[in-house]
């Protein structure tokens, strides 16, 4: 049986168009007096979710070519539903982990990141030459200030050791340190 259905995608749609629907509002265009079609099937919102909840179901096989278009629908779904009209970085509060979308969202990334995925120990030691508590919480504290990336590991489930990171992100990290304690 599959984790995630249409229903999902469905709801995720649902809560996109509300937000739509408020944004216009706001902006003062006429609201629409006509029943809106909710068969979104061939709407590129649905399609990128059809393809995150097959991928988080197993359905795909890992290729050059499938990576690639899941993270172009990641970014997508991603911008839909957390993008703003400044174009900033959202920060992604962590209850939505906890929500089907953040666990069907977690599922993609780490489908599409797994072999570049390292523990938060391993990249304390990588980027500051040892896994200690203090470099352990200097990743944290990265993570948090958005300057690494991290991904929720869906098979562990403590909540304390189940983050990810990129180790391309925490390698850029430790030569931007390095160039900064070479003196001038």
């Known amino acids: 049986m599959a984790l995630f259905t249409d229903r999902l995608a469905r709801d995720i749609i649902a809560l996109v168009r509300r937000r739509y629907h408020e944004l216009g509002t706001a902006l003062g265009e006429p609201s629409a007096r006509e029943p809106v079609d909710l068969s979104d099937d061939l ?11 097959g991928v988080a ?4 096989q890992r290729t050059d070519v499938m990576v690639r278009r899941v993270e172009l629908a990641l970014a997508r779904v991603l911008d839909a539903l957390m993008g703003n009209a400044l174009r900033n970085a959202a920060t ?9 979308i953040g666990i069907l969202v977690s599922r993609a990334r780490w489908w599409v990141s797994v072999d570049e995925l390292i523990t938060i120990s391993n990249a304390a030691a990588l980027a500051f030459g040892a896994n200690t508590q203090a470099n ?8 948090e200030q958005g300057l690494l990336d991290w991904i929720l590991d869906p098979s562990v489930v403590n909540p304390q050791q189940n983050r990810r990171v990129l180790r391309p992100q925490v390698e850029r990290l430790r030569d931007q340190r390095r160039l900064s304690d070479e003196p001038d």
Not at 57 to 60: E, L, T
Not at 92 to 100: E, G, L, V, Y
Not at 136 to 142: F, K, L, Q, T, V
């Open 43 to 53: 709407s590129a919102l649905h399609r990128d979710l059809t393809l995150l909840i």
């Open 57 to 60: 179901n197993g359905d795909y």
């Open 92 to 100: 992604i509060p962590d209850d939505f982990w906890r929500t089907d």
């Open 136 to 143: 352990r919480m200097r990743i944290a504290r990265a993570m």
